[in-house]
Nanobody, 123 residues
């Protein structure tokens, strides 16, 4: 199984970015997908998750209303649309796959992880 994130970069506060996570080696439509992030000196934290059927979405309070998670089963890809970025959003963003399908908010529920993509927001 491979999860490959892309789309990170250096942006200014208020800008937008769209992260992508391409999955291979698993039946994508049977997995819930999540995004987590880890800022320097901090523990990894939940950002957003999307279950498989029905597509129930969960968000951390800190990103609710600014970030949107979506999935394209035709492309085996999950996206994280990030708007109104703030300096506190600076982190390495990871996608993860959960075979239980629920889109949990806790790391240990996830079976597979990507390598991460860096997002840096300058103020």
């Amino acid at each position: 199984v491979q999860l490959v994130e892309s789309g990170g970069g250096l942006v200014q506060a208020g800008d937008s970015l769209r992260l992508s996570c391409a999955a291979s080696g698993l039946i994508f439509s049977r997995y819930a997908m999540g995004w987590f992030r880890q800022a320097p000196g901090k523990e990894r934290e939940f950002v957003a998750a999307i279950s498989w059927i029905p597509e129930i979405k969960n968000y951390a309070d800190s990103v609710k209303g600014r970030f949107t998670i979506s999935r394209d089963s035709g492309k085996d890809t999950v996206y994280l649309e990030m708007n109104g970025l703030k300096s506190e959003d600076t982190a390495v963003y990871y996608c993860a796959a959960d075979h239980r399908g629920f889109g949990a908010k806790v790391e240990h529920q996830y079976d597979y992880w990507g390598q991460g993509t860096q997002v840096t927001v300058s103020s």
